[in-house]
T-cell receptor, first 113, second 111 residues
Framework: NAGVTQTPKFQVLKTGQSMTLQCAQDMNHNSMYWYRQDPGMGLRLIYYSASEGTTDKGEVPNGYNVSRLNKREFSLRLESAAPSQTSVYFC????????????FGEGSRLTVL | GDSVTQMEGPVTLSEEAFLTINCTYTATGYPSLFWYVQYPGEGLQLLLKATKADDKGSNKGFEATYRKETTSFHLEKGSVQVSDSAVYFCALSGGDYKLSFGAGTTVTVRA
């Protein structure tokens, strides 16, 4: 039972470099999310996709882009990484409209130097 | 907008102690409320939830009651174990595909 799988688990970038975080879920969920977790700030929503073919901004979308490639996959791209984007990134999915229970991946720890 | 405020940590307890983590919320309408737990090095997982006023969610000895009159959803456990050491997040869903999370409370249980 894979659930939600994120890659890579760790990445170190230099300021200005680009990278893409990959996420895939095998639960046939409609909704997918990208959150970032920072100390003392909990989880903040970057982007979400309520269903295949749609994406919407969350609380902190600046500096990020997303692609809902198909129902299974939802990627997060940093076009020009900044030190402020050093964080742990979590992908999640949900099978219920209106939020419901989210299933999370194990996280991707990104450091931008 | 919707928001969640939970007590700041860290919280350090001895085994078999009573644990309470306070959570209050601000929301329009009638949100669903959740507690998630994050064990070291892992992603978040749902601990319990309640979808309407006066509902009590429970799991693994943890309980929380949805109190609409006080806009609260406090998490309690009567006797904690070392294995309960984790970060606990309160969250709400206002029905718009998104969850809003509190800042998280780190709990450490000592043997």
């Amino acid at each position: 039972n894979a659930g939600v799988t994120q890659t890579p688990k760790f990445q170190v970038l230099k300021t200005g470099q680009s990278m893409t975080l990959q996420c895939a879920q095998d639960m046939n969920h409609n909704s997918m999310y990208w959150y970032r977790q920072d100390p003392g700030m909990g989880l903040r929503l970057i982007y979400y996709s309520a269903s295949e073919g749609t994406t919407d901004k969350g609380e902190v979308p600046n500096g990020y882009n997303v692609s809902r490639l198909n129902k299974r996959e939802f990627s997060l791209r940093l076009e020009s990484a900044a030190p402020s984007q050093t964080s742990v990134y979590f992908c999640a999915s949900s099978g219920l409209a209106g939020g419901g229970e989210l299933f999370f991946g194990e996280g991707s720890r990104l450091t931008v130097l | 907008g919707d928001s969640v405020t939970q007590m700041e940590g860290p919280v350090t307890l001895s085994e078999e102690a009573f644990l309470t983590i306070n959570c209050t919320y601000t929301a329009t309408g009638y949100p669903s409320l959740f507690w998630y737990v994050q064990y070291p090095g892992e992603g978040l997982q749902l601990l319990l939830k309640a979808t309407k006023a006066d509902d009590k969610g429970s799991n693994k000895g943890f309980e929380a009651t949805y109190r609409k009159e006080t806009t609260s959803f406090h998490l309690e456990k009567g006797s904690v174990q070392v294995s309960d050491s984790a970060v606990y997040f309160c969250a709400l869903s206002g029905g718009d595909y998104k969850l809003s999370f509190g800042a998280g409370t780190t709990v450490t249980v000592r043997a």
